[in-house]
């Protein structure tokens, strides 16, 4: 027999995973820019694993948004974001650039993941279709590249 959990739970174990990493980061290098000679000799994958360990810094842009990288491997990243008032449009959900900085992240580290040695990769493209409005009541949302 197949069991699910609970909204509160899988919640409860988002946050809790959140706090975690929160830790991790406050601990490490920091927001900021990794040095190019620090990256030059890894690859995307040990990149992005170091990001996460808190070893290289991370981008500012999250704690701005209020998301951040929870998960990485070959080919996959997974973010975590809390939509906030500050991310709110004029109608009073929160604002499409605010998804697609998240997808955004979650893809474009999924991609990085994947890169050898000395590679690197940008958004050329983005186009989000939102199906419905996240307002702040909703506590967190996850990301999956």
Same mark, same amino acid.
């Given at each position: 027999?197949?069991?699910?959990?609970?909204? @509160? #739970?899988?919640?409860?174990?988002?946050?809790?995973?959140?706090? %975690?990493?929160?830790?991790?980061?406050? @601990?490490?290098?920091?927001?900021?820019?990794?040095?190019?000679?620090?990256?030059? #000799?890894?690859?995307? =994958?040990?990149?992005?694993?170091?990001?996460? /360990?808190?070893?290289?810094?991370?981008?500012? &842009?999250?704690?701005? =948004?209020?998301?951040?990288?929870?998960?990485?491997?070959?080919?996959?990243?997974?973010?975590?974001?809390?939509? /906030?008032?500050?991310?709110?449009?004029?109608?009073? @959900?929160?604002?499409?650039?605010?998804? *697609?900085?998240?997808?955004? #992240?979650?893809?474009?580290?999924?991609?990085? #993941?994947?890169?050898?040695?000395?590679? %690197?990769?940008?958004?050329?493209?983005?186009?989000?279709?939102? &199906? /419905?409005?996240?307002?702040?009541?909703? *506590?967190?949302?996850?990301?999956?590249?």
């Amino acid at each position: 027999m197949e069991t699910h959990a609970s909204p @509160a #739970s899988v919640l409860a174990s988002w946050l809790a995973e959140e706090a %975690a990493q929160q830790a991790r980061l406050e @601990a490490g290098a920091g927001p900021g820019v990794a040095a190019p000679g620090t990256v030059a #000799s890894m690859d995307g =994958l040990a990149q992005m694993q170091a990001l996460l /360990r808190g070893e290289l810094p991370y981008a500012q &842009i999250g704690k701005t =948004l209020h998301f951040m990288l929870m998960e990485v491997t070959r080919g996959r990243a997974v973010f975590q974001g809390a939509p /906030r008032t500050e991310h709110l449009n004029p109608m009073g @959900a929160v604002h499409g650039g605010w998804f *697609a900085t998240l997808l955004d #992240s979650a893809l474009g580290c999924a991609v990085h #993941s994947a890169l050898p040695q000395g590679k %690197a990769y940008t958004t050329l493209e983005l186009k989000v279709n939102m &199906i /419905r409005a996240l307002n702040p009541a909703v *506590a967190r949302v996850r990301a999956e590249g």
